[in-house]
């Protein structure tokens, strides 16, 4: 086997080539002259060298590297003969050794011209290539092989056309060999002085880059022609991969370039100002860095921090790779405002006039609010904040923070409270999403070593408000989520922890930031989401619905002045009358806030701004038919849907908390006959699932007292159902109402219309207390409900309730199913009569 050699020896090859061409010349003008190659002699049985990776073209010289064994005995026993091989290429070059059908058939017959034996036992041949040849069959394998051959004529046309691509082609190798250094300049001069097409391809074909197929192709195509075609295809897609290869080099030296020259005039210029007595770029920014790192105020831990990156800044050179990275890490530890803070408006009548005028209602909040500034403004007074008690701050600091969680459903007014109790205390406001977060990081911050590394939310909260006490409202702390990448809501343990907050580490800043002084206020629409070590942390305010009577002022005082500055519309072209406020609120909402409320009286006012904008009219003052007019039909009714439902025995009206408010629920059964016994529909959870057969249970077990056979549960059916289908529910809390309707079913008397109920059951007809008890009973008073059955355990309950809606209902307070049935079921002699005319 044998392999092509470099560029220099083939230059060698070509110069002993030239020698070899003027004895081939010499013998050949004895012939008769025509278009064919002039024959020669052949031996019958001709040494087959195999070439890896190579192939040798006629008229061409090229220098082989023999190796193995075989080869090296072949060459031998050339050499004491006529030296005559034949030369085929393997078609695999990775085969050791190769066999007779491991090669091409069609080769080339060659003479080794010179031979030298190197130190390491190889044998370096230069062999000129005489004629093709196609290899008939092979007639020995050993030592070596030997086949019978015969040479294949090579047709030369002489045409415009072959003339043509010879210019091309010498055209083509010019450009490329411009591009190649590597290959000597002898060597291409002597190429584009040949004459001969055919030769002309043969020495372009061995000099380039070229797969071993396309070489082989060149070998075995007939005439001159085809072989200027191919070899002008594979020199254009030759030359514009160097051409391409040659771009990208010359870009990537020219940025090399620019990097370079930059450097050396940074460098011209430090000199220069090193001369003048100024101070370089870099130096500036250190020094910038060193007065704001003084003058900061940070602590003396984060001091040190920052005074030791500091320090390598200054030994770093700008262009490296760290000096970014440590620059960003100095600007954000001394960007943040650790000594700067705004000065509380302690006075407690402003506070309380703002609260009052951004928000209706909201009692416990606002007074909450105002203990928080009189505490701060007592111990201001009496100095007790400059007092030393080291035996207390051994143990316990001080907190001088509060961390608030308002929890209620939405619409009510949660995040706006937080804007307003930072204008009543005159501190900075910041509002923080938190929902939808699974990753750790974004509350602590990423470490340095991440490339883009950069703080956590709260530390990047803090810079952006520029002071250490500002009122942060974390958004829908119950939405948080949790991932492999960590759970923020542990994250968020130190931060809302009076005790350890006072020592917060980012993961980026890594030195300790006082959180202490911030007022932090998460809001959430349900606790039951939120971790109980995070929501142990926190000082829970429940906030549930508005009154029909709250919304109504709420209205007139905030939303239709505000539709109204939205929609460009003056006080004297637009009036909405409390009667129209109240059918709104009724008949066309039905939420425990009032964004659904803001939307419709939004809707309404921009039908009177396409009035007036059209010149139809000047006022519209909207009553409650106005407001059917402009709005349409009603999409709730009040009470209409509970006069309905329950007008049949059956069916009775429950109470239930969402996270959206309270709300209120239809138990509906039904009996007919038959002995599967009892089912149940409606999405139930399991608690629910037991309550209903709790409910039946006791029902069951007073058979006697309501009148029933014995048998009667043997012989029929019963099936409840609690609308809508759609929405899950669950809890024990439906456990009156689900007892009050199957009594109404087997009872045949109806459930009272303006009535509705709450509390959970035991088998022995007990009523427990519930919670969401506010809840509910704005639900029933929103639906037009008159009179709430509740448990007697949660009479308590009944003082957070707004005084107007405790002066509009009336409560039942039950301790037994008995209670609940007395006061939910209408009248036998009612329910008699009411059957008569549900008869006709």
């Known amino acids: 086997m044998t392999q092509n050699l470099s560029p220099a020896e083939l230059a060698a090859a070509q110069i002993a080539k030239a020698e070899l061409d003027v004895k081939i010349k010499n013998e050949s003008d004895s012939e ?28 061409t010289a090229i220098p082989l590297t023999v190796g193995q064994p075989r080869s090296i005995k072949l060459v031998d026993d050339v050499i004491a003969g006529d030296r005559l091989i034949g030369l085929v290429a393997a078609r695999n070059p990775d085969l050791e050794t190769p066999g007779p059908e491991d090669v091409y058939q069609i080769g080339t017959l060659a003479s080794i011209h010179r031979l030298f034996r190197a130190p390491d036992g190889t044998i370096r041949l230069l062999v000129q290539g005489l004629a093709r040849i196609q290899v008939d069959e092979y007639t020995e394998t050993e030592p070596y092989l030997r086949a019978k051959v015969h040479p294949i004529p090579e047709t030369i046309e002489d045409t415009l056309e072959v003339e043509a691509l010879v210019r091309n082609v010498v055209e083509l190798f010019g450009k490329l060999a411009d591009l190649v250094p590597s290959i000597p300049g002898e060597l291409i001069s002597n190429t584009l002085n040949v004459d ?21 192709e ?17 020199l254009s897609k030759e030359l514009e991969v160097l051409e391409l290869g040659r771009k990208i080099q010359s870009e990537a030296q020219s940025e090399m370039e620019k990097v370079q020259r930059e450097y050396f005039l940074r460098e011209q210029l430090k000199a220069i100002q090193r001369e003048l007595g100024e101070s370089d770029e870099q130096t500036v920014e250190i020094e910038m860095f060193r007065k704001r790192i003084a003058e900061s105020g940070m602590s003396e831990e984060a001091r040190k ?3 030791r990156e500091l320090d390598r800044l200054s030994k770093l050179p700008t262009a490296a790779a760290e000096y970014g990275v440590i620059r960003t890490y100095l600007d954000w530890i001394t960007s943040l405002p650790w000594a700067k803070s705004s000065e509380d408006n302690l006075d407690i009548a402003h506070a309380r006039e703002v609260l009052d005028t951004d928000h209706y209602g909201l009692k416990d909040i606002k007074e909450r609010i105002l203990e928080y500034l009189a505490v701060r403004k007592l111990r201001q007074e009496r100095g007790v904040d400059a007092i030393e008690r080291e035996d207390a701050y051994a143990i316990r600091r001080e907190r001088r923070g509060a961390i608030l969680c308002f929890v209620g459903p939405p619409g009510v007014g949660k995040t706006s409270l937080g804007a307003s109790i930072a204008r009543a205390m005159g501190r900075k406001f910041i509002r923080m999403s938190l929902g939808g977060i699974r990753d750790e990081a974004e509350i602590r911050g990423f470490r340095r070593t991440y490339i883009g590394a950069m703080p956590g939310r709260i530390i990047q909260t803090i810079r952006r408000t520029e002071t250490h006490n500002p009122v942060i409202m974390l958004d829908e702390v119950d939405k948080l989520g949790r991932d492999f990448r960590g759970d923020p809501a542990s994250a968020l343990l130190e931060v809302l922890d009076p005790e350890q907050n006072v020592e917060f580490r980012d993961h980026y800043i890594d030195v300790a930031f006082d959180l202490s002084d911030v007022f932090f206020i998460t809001t959430a629409n349900e606790l039951e989401p939120i971790p109980g070590p995070l ?3 926190m000082e829970i305010i429940q906030l549930s619905g508005y009154t029909e009577h709250e919304k109504t002022a709420i209205a007139e005082q ?19 009358q409390s009667d129209a406020l109240q059918v709104i609120i009724r008949d066309y909402t039905r939420e425990a806030g009032v964004r659904t409320l803001e939307r419709e009286i939004g809707r309404a006012s921009r039908k009177v701004v396409t009035r007036i904008a059209e010149g139809k009219t000047e006022k519209v003052v909207i009553g409650e038919k106005g407001v059917r007019d402009l709005l349409g039909k009603p999409r709730y009714g009040y009470r209409e849907e509970l006069e309905e439902r329950t007008d049949l025995p059956g069916v009775a009206t429950g109470l239930a908390w969402t996270p959206v408010g309270g709300d209120v629920l239809f138990v509906e059964a039904a009996r007919m006959p038959g002995g599967k016994g009892f089912q149940y529909t409606g999405q139930l959870g399991e608690v629910m699932q037991e309550s ?20 009667f549960f043997e012989k029929n059916d019963i099936h409840m159902h609690v609308p809508a289908g759609a929405v899950p529910k669950d809890g024990p809390s439906a456990g009156v109402t689900m007892a009050a309707a199957l009594a109404s079913l087997l ?3 109806p459930t009272r219309s303006n009535v509705a109920m709450t509390g959970e059951i035991t088998l022995r007809g007990q009523v427990l207390p519930v919670g969401g008890i506010k809840d509910k009973i704005l639900a029933a008073h929103r639906f037009g409900v008159d009179t709430v059955i509740i448990p007697k355990k949660n009479e308590n309950d009944l003082d957070d309730l707004p005084e107007e809606v405790r002066k509009e209902l009336t409560f039942v307070l039950a301790e037994s199913v008995d209670d609940v049935l007395a006061a939910a079921l209408v009248e036998p002699a009612a329910a008699a009569k009411n059957g008569r005319k549900s008869r006709k």
Do not use: C, H
């Open 747 to 749: 009872t045949g008397r």
């Open 305 to 307: 921090e920052a005074e």
């Open 218 to 234: 060149i070998l075995e195509l007939e005439s001159t022609d085809a072989k200027l075609r191919r070899l002008m295809t594979i």
């Open 32 to 59: 008769a002259e025509d278009n064919r190659r002039p024959a020669l002699d052949i031996p019958e049985n001709l040494p087959i060298l195999p070439l890896r990776g190579v192939v040798v073209y006629p008229q």
């Open 692 to 711: 209903a057969r709790t409910a039946l249970s006791y029902i069951r077990s007073k058979a006697e007292d309501f009148g029933l056979d014995p048998a």
């Open 558 to 576: 905030y939303l239709v002045p505000r539709q109204m500055r939205e929609n460009g519309l003056r006080p004297e072209e637009i009036e909405f």
């Open 196 to 216: 001969d097409p055919l030769q002309l391809v043969y020495a372009i074909s061995t000099y380039i880059r070229i797969s071993l197929q396309d070489s082989q």
């Open 535 to 537: 929501r142990d942390r």
